[in-house]
């Protein structure tokens, strides 16, 4: 049954001119003839806890995206089992002025990782680029794969050593291709390659019987994942996981079944 309709529904980062979120939630919105717009908002991390106040002042819902992740969630007055073992939110919702927080990215790595290993992820070895909102998420999916092991990188080390501490028996690796040597799976959760066609480890040093997976989304992929594909790599950019955080968020909202199929094709995701 559907949920009385928020004020507003917001996807709030900085940047946010490139997110493809606003083009799928409004083709779901269409297609379920719910009476809204979703808009992203360009928000500083000065502005967070102030514009934060005032969305949920309208009952407003909606994501959160980079940088916001991690410090959306201090902001929450309860987190469900998902945002508060990632320590970050992507989904928010108000009810009687209380801010919630959820983590649909964890649901969404774990069926873009099904889909691209087309199994479920088993004695996998992860390289995980990146320690920041979106690489919390990877690492409370792969962290419950049996017979895994991780290994992170992250250009900013105090980062990627909090992280693996908060975590536990996750290895740090002081350089990327120290990460990747002997993985079985790549996960790109840093940001590189969201605005330019810059790589986050050189594809090259990959073995060639791992995985990719970038979670930088962009319409016709990400120069990383064409690179990776031209060296014989089986690899995803982040569309998949993109769809799937997101029908969980508006399951999450508003308590209805998203046009998956609509949501897909207004991001170019066929089959
Ligand atoms: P998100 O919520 O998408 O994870 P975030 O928490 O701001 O956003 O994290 C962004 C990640 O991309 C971080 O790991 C960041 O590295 P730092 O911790 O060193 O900032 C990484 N990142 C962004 N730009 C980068 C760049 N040019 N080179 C390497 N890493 C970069």
């Given at each position: 049954?559907i949920r009385p309709l928020?004020?507003?529904?917001?996807l709030?980062?900085d940047?946010?001119?490139?997110?493809?979120s606003?083009?799928?939630?409004?083709?779901?919105l269409?297609?379920?003839?719910?009476?809204?717009?979703?808009?992203a908002i360009?928000?500083?991390?000065a502005?967070?806890?102030?514009?934060v106040?005032?969305?949920?002042a309208?009952?407003?819902t909606?994501?959160?995206?980079?940088?916001?992740?991690v410090?959306?969630?201090?902001?929450?007055r309860?987190l469900?089992?998902?945002?508060?073992i990632?320590?970050?939110?992507?989904?928010f919702w108000?009810?009687?002025?209380?801010?919630?927080?959820d983590?649909?990215?964890?649901?969404?790595f774990?069926?873009?990782v099904?889909r691209l290993?087309?199994?479920?992820?088993?004695r996998?070895?992860?390289?995980?680029?990146?320690?920041?909102?979106?690489?919390?998420?990877?690492?409370?999916a792969?962290?419950?794969?049996q017979?895994t092991?991780i290994?992170?990188w992250?250009?900013?080390r105090?980062?990627?050593?909090?992280v693996?501490?908060r975590f536990?028996?996750?290895?740090?690796a002081?350089?990327s291709?120290q990460?990747v040597?002997?993985a079985?799976l790549?996960v790109n959760a840093?940001?590189i390659?969201?605005?330019?066609?810059s790589?986050?480890?050189d594809?090259?040093l990959i073995p060639e019987t791992?995985?990719?997976?970038?979670i930088v989304?962009?319409i016709?992929?990400?120069?990383?994942v064409?690179?990776?594909?031209?060296?014989?790599?089986?690899?995803?950019d982040?569309?998949e996981?993109?769809?799937?955080?997101?029908?969980?968020?508006?399951?999450?909202?508003?308590?209805?079944?998203?046009?998956?199929?609509?949501?897909r094709?207004?991001?170019?995701l066929?089959?």
């Open positions: 049954m928020p004020g507003r529904l917001v709030i980062g940047p946010v001119t490139h997110s493809l606003p083009r799928f939630q409004n083709a779901a269409r297609s379920a003839a719910i009476p809204l717009q979703y808009e360009k928000v500083s991390a502005d967070l806890a102030s514009v106040a005032d969305l949920a309208v009952s407003a909606g994501n959160i995206t980079i940088p916001h992740k410090s959306f969630a201090a902001l929450c309860t469900t089992g998902a945002a508060e990632a320590g970050a939110v992507n989904t108000v009810e009687n002025g209380v801010l919630h927080g983590n649909t990215d964890v649901e969404g774990n069926f873009a099904e290993l087309g199994s479920t992820p088993i996998q070895t992860v390289a995980l680029l990146g320690a920041g909102g979106a690489a919390a998420a990877v690492l409370s792969a962290n419950q794969w017979e092991s290994t992170i992250n250009r900013t105090e980062k990627s050593v909090a693996a501490e536990g028996g996750v290895r740090v002081a350089v291709e990460a040597k002997d079985t790549v840093t940001s390659g969201m605005t330019d066609d790589f986050p480890v594809p090259a791992a995985s990719v997976l970038d989304c962009r016709g992929g990400t120069a990383w064409r690179a990776a594909r031209g060296r014989g790599l089986n690899a995803s982040g569309r996981m993109l769809i799937a955080q997101g029908a969980a968020s508006f399951r999450r909202w508003f308590g209805l079944e998203p046009d998956v199929a609509a949501m094709g207004a991001i170019g066929t089959g």
